[in-house]
């Protein structure tokens, strides 16, 4: 069975674009999540979403946001880019919102920003 | 508000010697403990999780965890090192309320010599 698939696994953007992240849960979960790592860190917790519901914003700014489709895929926009924003993107997928399930994370998208 | 802990940095064991790879938490509910591990430019892999019962939690790739309440500690060990477990080691807790994202501890790297 495929695991979480994200898209690109790598890019580069300039100060001051946009850019969309996107992301395939494994078959069968409702629940995808996305994290934040930056190098030398523990990933951040971004956006929670469950039948298509945002369920849980972590701490950062409105520049941030996502949606979830019908089939329960994901993107993560992120508008007006900054330095800052350079990280390793994590989706994350698990069959519900049950805090005893497996979460399992994909291969990330690496973006950076110049 | 739930956090970890991973006091280490980096754990360097030699190959075919037992590791140990620490952390804390701090949670005021139930706590749901995870580790994962990263190899270079990857993404984060499942290890193994502590729900409810038995203390001692055994995962992937001859790794087990002990969760101790009253130390509020869950550290992940291995009787015998291999090369290849050198890695990023992440610890993480979901509490036993409100919505179900994970909090991570800042990373351990293990270094397993020859």
């Known amino acids: 069975d495929a695991g979480v698939t994200q898209s690109p696994t790598h890019l580069i953007k300039t100060r001051g674009q946009q850019v969309t992240l996107r992301c395939s849960p494994i078959?069968?979960?409702?629940?995808v999540s996305w994290y934040q790592q930056v190098l030398g860190q523990g990933p951040q917790f971004i956006f929670q979403?469950?039948?298509?519901?945002?369920?849980g914003r972590g701490n950062f700014p409105d520049r941030f946001s996502a949606r979830q489709f019908p089939n329960y895929s994901s993107e993560l926009n992120v508008n007006a880019l900054l330095l800052g924003d350079s990280a390793l993107y994590l989706c994350?997928?698990?069959?519900?919102?049950?805090?005893?399930?497996?979460?399992?994370f994909g291969e990330g998208s690496w973006l950076t920003v110049v | 508000a739930q956090s970890v802990a991973q006091p280490e940095d980096q754990v360097n064991v030699a190959e075919g010697n037992p590791l140990t790879v620490k952390c804390t938490y701090s949670?005021?509910?139930?706590?749901?403990l995870f580790w994962y591990v990263q190899y270079p430019n990857r993404g984060l892999q499942f290890l193994l999780k502590?729900?409810?019962?038995?203390?001692l939690v055994k995962g992937s790739y001859g790794f087990e965890a002990e969760f101790n309440k009253s130390q509020t500690s869950f550290h992940l060990k291995k009787p015998s090192a291999l090369v290849s477990d050198s890695a990023l080691y992440f610890c993480?807790?979901?509490?036993?309320?409100?919505?179900?994202?994970?909090?991570f501890g800042k990373g351990t790297m293990l270094l397993v010599s020859p």
């Open positions: 994350a997928s698990s069959f519900d919102r049950g805090l005893g399930n497996t979460i399992y």
């Open positions: 078959s069968g979960h409702k629940s």
């Open positions: 979403y469950y039948e298509k519901e945002e369920r």
């Open positions: 949670v005021s509910g139930n706590p749901y």
């Open positions: 502590y729900i409810t019962g038995d203390n």
């Open positions: 993480a807790v979901r509490e036993g309320s409100g919505y179900s994202t994970l909090t």
